[in-house]
Nanobody, 112 residues
């Protein structure tokens, strides 16, 4: 079974940046789309962004547009989420997803 392994999140100050990555355990795993989903404390899951593997088209939830960038590193078969201008509202556990597979989740905390 494919496992999606996420990089560590962390604590970042408001206005800061953080990069998350997600790597499948099987190098040949190549879904047609990848997603990032987050769950803020005390709230339900929230879709963040999608990238379509072949067209490379991307979609974002409104609250992260212009600040987050989803991409794939095809050479490394890795999904990436670049997060800039972070605010406290971005504090959440972030999950990568493709098909029925989910990463283990990584905590991102934005606080001074």
């Amino acid at each position: 079974e494919v496992q999606l392994v996420e990089s560590a999140g962390g604590l970042v100050q408001p206005g800061g940046s953080l990069r998350l990555s997600c790597t499948p355990s099987e190098f040949t795993f190549s879904p047609s789309a990848w997603n990032w989903v987050r769950q803020p404390p005390g709230k339900g899951p929230e879709w963040v962004a999608t990238i379509y593997t072949y067209s490379r088209a991307t979609r974002y939830t409104n609250s992260v547009k212009g600040r987050f960038t989803i991409s794939t590193d095809n050479a490394k078969n890795t999904l990436v989420l670049e997060m800039n201008s972070l605010t406290a509202d971005d504090t959440a556990i972030y999950y990568c997803n493709a098909l029925e597979y989910w990463g283990q989740g990584t905590q991102v905390t934005v606080s001074s």
